[in-house]
């Protein structure tokens, strides 16, 4: 069983920046692909951006060029460095962890981006 909990969110100004942090309870290394998906209220859940193990990276069109996801496995980390936000931003966003046989969703956190 892995917990995860999300931390950062909160209300940014469109066009400002804002960083999502997502601490695992146990040693995610080399085991878990971790990923960031948001829900926007009367919308589906969607992908944001996912990381590896070995560290690839994807992102949904829709933040590619602003949104950069990245992990320490020393500090069982992910984190979602987020700029130049907009108000279609605005969204709970939830920390995954994906490894064979076992997933995980963390507890999320609200991003509120005002125009």
């Known amino acids: 069983q892995v917990q995860l909990v999300e931390s950062g969110g909160g209300l940014v100004q469109e066009g400002g920046s804002l960083r999502l942090s997502c601490a695992a309870s146990?040693?995610?290394?080399?085991?878990?692909?971790m990923a960031w998906y948001r829900q926007a209220p009367g919308k589906q859940r969607e992908l944001v951006a996912a990381?590896?193990?070995?560290?690839?990276?994807n992102y949904a069109d829709s933040v590619k060029g602003r949104f950069t996801i990245s992990r320490d496995n020393a500090k069982n980390t992910i984190y979602l460095e987020m700029n130049n936000v907009k108000p279609e931003d605005t969204a709970v966003y939830y920390c995954?962890?994906?490894?064979?046989?076992?997933?995980?969703w963390g507890q999320g956190t609200q991003v509120t981006v005002s125009s």
């Open positions: 146990r040693t995610i290394g080399s085991i878990f692909t």
């Open positions: 990381i590896s193990r070995g560290g690839t990276t």
């Open positions: 995954y962890a994906i490894r064979i046989g076992s997933d995980y």
